[in-house]
């Protein structure tokens, strides 16, 4: 059995660990913040300390047969009802989310291995996921975004010609991946996805757009699916 230093040790390592990890995600303002992240770990802690104590004075008795891990491999699954919580499915079918819901992934798995006491297992992790989640951000912003296709979305006026269309499926610079109309009550909005596009060129296209009298308005996004 496990001695109540021993158990509050576990519990604090849990939470601070799991903390750690939730300051990077509060940072970006996401709805899983700190304390989240600190519940999830310090809860997947509490159930992997009942998991592998609570039930040894009944373990070794007659006709008793019980399997330590079997609570503690629930948090696996049952972590996933938090991470789909996390995650947005917005318009034009992107999604954001999933890097919060697999940090939460970790967290509990953290808050098992502080719970089974693997404390270095946990902090090891907790710092490759902070080396993940921080450090390689900037990495990824400068190297992949010029990869991220480019949404397009033009707002034109009802009843107005769509010869810009034709236009935008003609030029051979533009490489559209997929195109979308939606009829609004007051206007009409194309939305547009190009896949490696020069930026340059596409603002171009912009400019000749925003002077056509029947485009309403032109808005350009990196798109984030």
């Known amino acids: ?107 509990a798995a953290i808050g098992l291995a502080t719970g089974g006491g693997l404390y270095f297992a946990a902090g090891a992790t907790t710092v490759i996921a902070l080396v993940i989640l921080w450090a390689l951000k900037p990495l990824e912003r400068t190297y992949f975004r010029k990869f991220k296709p480019i949404s397009l979305r033009v707002t034109a006026y009802p009843g107005s010609d769509s010869n810009f269309v034709k236009a935008l499926l003609d030029k051979e610079e533009l490489k559209i991946q997929s195109f979308n109309l939606e009829r609004a009550q007051n206007e009409l909005i194309y939305d547009f996805k190009f896949e490696n596009t020069e930026i340059s060129k596409l603002e171009i296209i912009i400019n000749e757009l925003r002077n056509e009298p029947s485009i309403k308005e032109v808005s350009w996004s990196r798109y984030s699916g």
């Open 1 to 107: 059995m496990l001695t109540t230093n021993e158990i509050i040790i576990r519990l604090l390592l849990a939470s601070a660990f799991g903390g750690l990890i939730g300051l990077e995600r509060e940072r970006k303002d996401w709805a899983a913040g700190l304390r989240t992240h600190m519940m999830v770990s310090v809860g997947s802690c509490l159930i992997m300390i009942v998991s592998s104590f609570g039930f040894s004075d009944i373990l070794g008795a007659e006709n008793v047969s019980l399997d330590p891990s079997r609570v503690a491999s629930q948090v696996i699954s049952g972590i996933g009802f938090i991470g789909a919580g996390t995650i947005l499915f917005l318009k034009q079918g992107a999604i954001r989310g999933l890097t919060t819901a697999s940090g939460l992934w970790t967290v």
